[in-house]
């Protein structure tokens, strides 16, 4: 682990330009960033402190969405009262992730830029393109279990893993940046991380100093909220397949679907073909599969992660079927009466 | 049934064998004032090991460059192989038995796995010593290296250990296997796989060392003590008599502190070279390549039976990787040899050198991934017979040891089914219904066996002229409750209230036992202590010394009679009928283990070996990259244990006797006896639940969807 500065802004245009400056990284919960610097995989010089910025508040903004200060934790935000009842995917994202413990650091802004959990990203005796370009993939010929099946490229196949960024591009949520000339840009939350390409090592197009600042939820999207999480233990594990739904269907026919999907791809992964299947279809388990099967089309799988896209399937239409109310058709092939 | 115990105080604070007495140790630990090896305060201030773990597999070192690291303030030295103290040859002697060998590191310019370390810088403080590991230069060339071992290896890579963990051989029959095999009118043919796995006890591995030129005294975590203390005189050529080991608090162990470890060596060699003390504690993630681990296994099981449901025909074999340069094989057979009659059985094991890091005895070694494969299989015979597996398991309880013919010294598994179903409501487990929501819902059964082993133990017991007892010997308590079982003895046996017993665990200058593992720690230790006490009592009802030390050794029972002990788990779990995710919902465990010293903590040791089970059956693996041995998953976010939600409510019947067969206390172990067969029943139940066999172990969703019917 490497010596390195620290200090603490007092506020964000402050805080920018401190970055932009010195090229400083800012440090919110840390949660992830810490660990990254033990283990010598990221190695900032200088950090700068955003986690006590006053841009914490959740409010509602005038066109009936919600203002989110990027500051706010993941607890406070899951547990907003507006959250829970209005952007009710966003709350259950939130709380299938990590443990309270965790939550209770981590910042909406961190959570968004978090590193992937690539176990060869995390190995700095390995390859990995993303931690030290030109290096190699480890794991495209490696343990790939983690890894993603959509949008990946030859250079690197690692998951983005994030719940919250899930809902959040499910939801259609806009950023406000905070540039180091102290200006204030909007982006989409989908247009924020950048897929590997040859430059896995660039996760996003922000700037030296960019800071996120406020998250704007616009008014929800008419439905039901759903989100399925599939993971390895029942807590404390990332997603190997999550998916963020809010569906309406009105007489038997889906009139908006939101689909955005997590563990699947280097970045939360809004399930455009999912949404255009459905928006108008009837609301059947055989047009849920299909939709299901559209978005999966591309989809590659590199060994241990072939699972990934039958599991998929099977969380999408699940997830849509929750959502409208109707029963999955599942086989229970080979159950046997209790002898 | 001891599973009503005196909970009450008894009058004059006094305590018997059996009472249900809360730890003795728990308000220090508690309170913070239990001192783990990490948390030991020196007059003077230690100097602070940092390994620089090996980034290949096998390989050669080419140059390790200090001069950046040595550059650093704070730093004092950085040892490597061209620098460290002189030690014998890594595995020397080579008859001394695995935990008394030398564990020389930094010795040679060579790496034999992944992770190994090879270099430890020493700094004044924590953070000029991670910072300068990051700056030590380490050129390796790797070599041809044996990493991944799949079960399909050709014979001749194949090999068949001296023997496995227990002392059994590893190949073993009774009766003409190949002839009931050919009588059977129903047959089960499978193979299942496990995953490598990692104890990943909660205090990581430390050591604290301090040399004075003549005599090495070793603070470390260490389940052993006597082995410890050999191994380090090997490894440092020191003599035994100046090596002092001190071990009185250890947060787990699990077998990854059976022997010891990289941190135990490095901070005696990095004492010895710099003259002052050194303290080591492993990061999470080193200890997932230095720490023993569990060998991933490929098990084939065969069974046949009778139409009318008689077992006839066992074969249990397995393959399993072993750590190239040490010793150790897995008895996954160990419950095919012990549970069932049958009229042929066939137990092979065999193992392929890997370069590997360190493979050894993880908590219920054998039982653990073996009844996996062996319970499952007679679930599938069971199915595949249309009777239920609760009914066939009962018909066919061995009566005598099957594998030997010998008799049991007792043997409970009947009356652990029995009572387990009842329980657990068996037979009125379909008024359950097969479904909650989106959860497909079933049931499953396994047996437990586990051996009983009595290990040689002394102890010394004084009485004080202020009317304490002390007792000192070296066994140790890795949180299953040594300290207070044995005030329990010394109490009971001495008369007096349980405030007027000290009991001094965890260093070498005690009367020697053979420290905890392989569940035989209480009786061993506790029937030495126990010898002592009755001594004591018996000189001071005689004017006599005011001192005493008692002794134990396995005697003839343990050659006439099988030891084992007995269990049967009850397990309802959820499918997801989506996602293939399967959840515990509910355990009932019965178990029979001898005389129980302490419901509590008794209690505690099941449910945390049912805790245990759930992990090995659910959730724990290691994922090794199969091209340097580098295991990928070396964090507790990557490898997962089962969190709280993972467990649901365990219910535990203990229906055990005392058998004074068993050694002077008539009691087992009980510290492994609640993961075996737990798995299997879970394993089971998925089973009743989707009519997927899941053969490939844990069952994350993956693993049970592959099992599935596609859709």
New interface residues.
């Given amino acids: ?3 390195f500065g620290y200090e603490r802004a007092e506020s964000a245009v402050a805080a920018a330009r401190r970055a932009a400056d010195t090229g400083a990284t800012f440090i919110g919960g840390g949660t992830n960033l810490v660990d990254l610097m ?3 995989v990221m190695t900032p010089e200088r950090l700068v402190d955003v986690s006590r910025l006053p841009n914490r508040d959740i409010a509602d903004a005038d066109d009936g969405g919600l203002a989110i200060g990027a500051a706010a934790t993941n607890t406070a935000l899951a547990n907003d009262p507006r959250v829970r009842e209005r952007f009710r995917v966003l709350s259950l994202a939130l709380l299938s992730g990590a443990t309270p413990q965790i939550r209770n650091k981590a910042t909406v802004g961190g959570n968004l830029l978090q590193r992937t ?1 690539c ?2 990203f ?5 390859p990995c393109n993303k931690r030290a370009p030109g290096s190699g993939c ?1 794991a495209r ?3 790939s ?1 983690d890894a993603a099946v959509l949008g990946t490229s030859e250079h690197c196949i690692a998951a983005h893993p994030s719940d919250m960024a899930v809902a959040m591009v499910a939801l259609d949520a806009r950023l406000g940046v905070r540039g180091g000339d102290g200006d204030l840009r909007w982006l989409d939350v989908d247009a924020l991380h950048r897929l590997p390409g040859d430059r896995p090592d660039r996760e996003h197009d922000l700037a030296p100093g960019d800071l996120i600042e406020t998250v704007r939820l616009p008014p929800p999207p008419p439905g039901r909220h759903v989100y ?1 999480k ?9 997603a ?2 999550s998916v963020a739904v809010v569906l309406a269907v009105e007489d038997g026919v889906v009139t908006s679907a939101r689909v955005a999907l997590g563990g699947v791809a280097p970045k939360p992964w809004r399930a455009r073909a999912v949404e255009a299947a459905l928006t108008g279809a009837r609301a059947t388990w055989r047009a849920f599969c299909a939709a299901a099967e559209a978005e999966l089309a591309p989809a590659r799988g590199h060994g ?1 992660n072939d ?1 990934k896209i ?2 998929a399937r ?2 999408i ?2 997830t849509l ?2 959502a409208a109310g109707i029963a ?1 058709e ?7 009466a ?2 | 049934m001891s599973d009503t115990p005196q909970t009450t105080p008894r009058e004059g604070g006094r305590a018997a064998i059996g009472d249900a007495v809360p730890r003795v140790d728990g308000p220090k630990k508690v309170t913070g004032r239990a001192p783990y090896t990490a948390d030991h305060r020196l007059d003077e201030a230690p100097l602070i090991g940092w390994i620089v773990p ?3 597999g096998r390989a050669r070192v080419d140059a390790v460059d200090t001069a950046r690291a040595l550059d650093v303030p704070g730093v004092v030295a950085v040892l490597t192989h061209r620098n460290a103290p002189k030690q014998a040859p890594r595995g020397t002697p080579s008859d001394a038995g695995r935990f008394s060998q030398s564990h020389a590191l930094l010795a040679a310019p060579e790496v034999a796995c992944y992770g190994e370390p090879v270099a430890l810088v020493l700094a004044e403080t924590l ?1 000029a010593a ?2 300068a590991a ?1 700056l030590v230069e380490v050129a390796l060339t790797p070599l041809p290296g044996r990493y991944a071992v799949t079960g399909d290896e050709p014979d001749e890579a194949l090999e068949v250990p001296d023997d496995v963990d227990g002392g059994m051989p590893a190949d073993m029959s009774h009766g003409d296997f190949d002839l009931a095999w050919e009588k059977a009118e129903v047959r089960v043919d499978a193979t299942y796989e496990t995953l490598a796995e990692h104890a990943s006890a909660m205090e990581p591995h430390a050591t604290l060392a301090t040399w004075d030129g003549e005599e090495l005294v070793v603070r470390v975590a260490i389940q052993i003590v006597g082995s410890a203390v050999e191994a380090l005189a090997n490894t440092l050529r020191l003599d035994k008599e100046k090596v002092r080991v001190i071990s009185p608090f250890i947060g787990g162990g699990f077998g990854s502190k059976l022997g010891i470890h990289d941190d135990a060596v490095l901070a005696s060699l990095g004492a010895i070279a710099t003259d002052r003390p050194v303290r080591v504690v492993q990061t999470r ?1 080193d200890l997932f390549s230095s720490a023993p681990h569990r060998g991933c296994s490929t098990q084939r099981v065969r069974l046949g039976a009778s139409r009318d449901g008689r077992l006839l025909a066992v074969a249990h074999e397995s393959v399993m990787p072993m750590a190239r340069g040490y010793e150790f094989a897995e008895p996954c057979a160990a419950s095919a040899r012990a549970s069932y009659a049958c009229d042929g059985i066939l137990t092979r094991h065999r193992v392929v050198r890997a370069d590997l890091p360190r493979i050894d005895s993880m908590r219920g070694p054998g039982e653990a991934v073996g009844s996996l494969a062996f319970e499952s299989a007679v679930d599938e015979l069971a ?1 595949a017979l ?3 597996p609760v009914a066939f398991r009962l018909a066919n309880v061995a009566e005598t040891e099957p594998i030997s013919g010998k008799p049991f010294a007792s043997f409970d598994l009947r009356r652990c089914l029995e009572v387990g179903a009842e329980r657990y409501g068996w037979s009125r ?2 008024e359950r219904g ?1 479904r909650d929501g ?1 959860w ?1 819902l079933g ?1 499953g059964v396994a047996s437990a066996t586990r051996p009983n082993f009595l290990m040689e133990a002394k102890a010394r017991v004084r009485l004080e002229d202020d009317g304490r007892a002390v007792a000192e010997l070296d066994m140790t308590d890795i949180g299953t409750g040594s300290y207070t079982i044995l005030s329990q003895i010394v109490a009971d046996t001495l008369e007096l209230p349980l405030d007027r017993v000290e009991v001094r665990l965890g260093d070498s200058r005690y009367p020697q036992t053979a420290g905890s593992g392989g569940s035989f720690g209480a009786a061993s230790a506790g029937g030495a202590l126990l010898s002592a006490c009755r001594r004591l009592r018996g000189q001071l009802r005689a004017g006599g010394g005011r001192e005493a030390e008692g002794h134990i050794e396995p005697g003839e029972d343990f050659e006439k009679y099988a030891q084992y002990m007995t269990g049967a788990h009850f397990v309802e779990v959820g499918v997801d ?5 399967v ?1 515990v919902r509910r355990a009932v465990g019965a178990f029979s283990f001898g005389r129980v010293l302490n419901p509590t903590t008794a209690r505690s040791q099941l449910y945390g070996g049912m805790v245990f089970g759930i992990g090995g059956a ?2 724990e693996g290691l ?6 041995g ?1 295991y ?4 507790l ?2 490898y ?1 244990l ?5 467990v649901p409510a365990l219910e535990v019947v203990m229906i055990g006797e005392r058998d004074d067969r068993c050694g002077l206390l008539g009691s087992k172990g009980v510290g492994e006896l609640g993961l075996c067969g737990l798995g299997a029943a879970i394993a089971n139940a998925v089973y ?5 066999r899941v053969r490939r172990f ?1 069952l ?3 693993a049970v ?2 099992a ?2 596609a ?1």
Wanted: charged share 35%.
């Fill in positions: 682990m490497r010596p033990k283990l010598g959990r176990p060869y995390y190995e700095v005796g390995l480890g010929f490696g343990r279990r399925t599939v993971r390895d233990r029942a807590s404390y594990a990332f190997l397949v241990d699972f039958p599991l099977r969380a239409a699940g079927a929750e999955p599942v086989p229970t092939g080979g159950r046997r209790t002898p | 090996s980034r290949a953070e991670r910072e990051g993630r199915r249309e009777r239920d487990r379909a097969r989106r497909l049931h009928e989506v996602t293939s995710e959840r659910l959730t994922h090794l990259d199969e091209r340097v580098a990928m998953n070396r964090d976010a990557g997962h089962p969190t709280e939600r993972d009743d639940a989707c009519g997927a844990p994350t969703p993956d969807m592959a599935r019917a859709w």
